[in-house]
């Protein structure tokens, strides 16, 4: 196989492009993918305070890398989970990447912080962990990112990810969550900007970009992954793929193109607690975290 752009001996092949790449178009590749997605979904520019949520992994690293190639300016947030073993070593893959480059990092730890650790917060609320992490990431980033004075929080979310995460939705018929789910979530009161620009990016190739970018990440998998249901779908979506390549992307972008989705708009309120906004009295993340921190 020979490098479409330069007919040297390729390093990848990206099936669903029909085309290879050797090492340097291959990374020139994914930058141009993120740097058009950036674009197409008027994400931020160059004049935006951005932080990224990173976790260790391939995806979040590799796309903090490209946008460091390509100029942003761009903080990292990581979330201390307590998860033994796990995230101390995830820990330290980031702090190493960003001594490496010199980008800023700033490192919260939701028992220092918050009262609690997720293996905590799943036994005392009998949810799975996933889920109780999930909720805690998406609230602890969204806070921090406001109380930093960042304009738009970017996540590390790939194109498996989010066709996984909209087929669930779609089996399901969650018109709800799909009314919710975008690559470019604009800001309310309360809420920031949300930005996934590596939605045109399929996970084995922020793996690759990762690998031979010379990115060191955390490779094992989180020992509470067994709960995870967007992973389940990731290996249905991912059997489609193998079958008709191409069909991940035709799926997630098709439904980009939707206008959008008729649910009812979900009233919204402040909790009661922290203030930020929930369509309950009191919103889901405070409920966890009395739960999880009842003595
Ligand atoms: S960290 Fe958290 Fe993941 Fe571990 S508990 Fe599940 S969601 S698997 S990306
Ligand atoms: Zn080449
Ligand atoms: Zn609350």
Same mark, same amino acid.
């Given at each position: 196989?020979?490098?479409?752009v330069?007919?040297?001996? *390729? ?10 790449f050797?090492r340097v ?8 993918q993120?740097?058009?997605?950036i ?13 990224i949520g990173?976790?260790?992994?391939k ?10 190639r390509l100029g ?6 990581y979330?201390?989970?307590g998860?033994d073993g796990y ?10 990447f960003?001594?490496?480059?010199d980008l800023?990092?700033?490192?919260v730890?939701?028992?220092?912080e918050?009262g609690?650790?997720?293996?905590q917060?799943?036994?005392s609320t009998r949810?799975n962990?996933?889920?109780a ?18 304009d738009?929080l ?6 498996d990810?989010e ?17 919710r ?5 604009p800001g309310s009161d309360?809420?920031i900007?949300k930005?996934k ?5 399929a996970?084995?190739?922020? *793996? ?7 990115i060191d990440y955390e ?7 067994g ?5 389940r779908m990731?290996e249905?979506? *991912?059997?489609l ?5 191409g069909v991940?992307r035709r799926f ?6 939707v206008?959008?989705?008729h ?12 203030g ?15 739960r999880?921190t009842?003595q």
């Open positions: 196989m020979r490098c479409r330069c007919r040297e001996r *390729a390093a990848v092949e990206v099936r669903r492009h029909n085309a290879a050797c178009h291959f990374i020139d590749h994914v930058v141009r993120v740097e058009r997605t674009h197409d979904f008027d994400m931020f520019d160059r004049s935006d305070r951005l932080v990173v976790s260790g992994g995806d979040s690293l590799a796309l903090w890398d490209v946008l460091h942003y300016r761009c903080e990292g947030i979330l201390e989970l998860i995230s101390t070593e995830s820990r330290e893959y980031i702090e190493r960003a001594k490496e480059r800023i990092l700033r490192v730890d939701l028992h220092d918050y609690f650790t997720i293996p917060a799943a036994e949810r962990p996933c889920s992490c999930g909720l805690s990431k998406r609230y602890i980033l969204n806070e921090e990112a406001l109380k930093g004075g960042y738009t970017v996540m590390g979310h790939n194109l990810d066709a996984a995460t909209l087929f669930s939705n779609v089996l399901n018929w969650n018109i709800e969550y799909l009314a789910q975008g690559a470019a979530l309360g809420l900007k930005v620009p590596l939605v045109r990016v996970e084995r190739e922020t *793996a690759a970009y990762a690998v031979l970018s010379g490779v094992d998998e989180c020992p509470l992954v709960g995870n249901t967007v992973n990731k249905w979506m *991912a059997l793929e193998h079958r008709s390549p991940t997630l972008g098709g439904f980009y193109n206008d959008s989705f649910a009812p708009a979900a009233v919204l309120r402040s909790c009661e607690s922290c930020r906004p929930t369509t309950g009295t009191t919103c889901a993340f405070c409920r966890l975290q009395e999880a009842r």
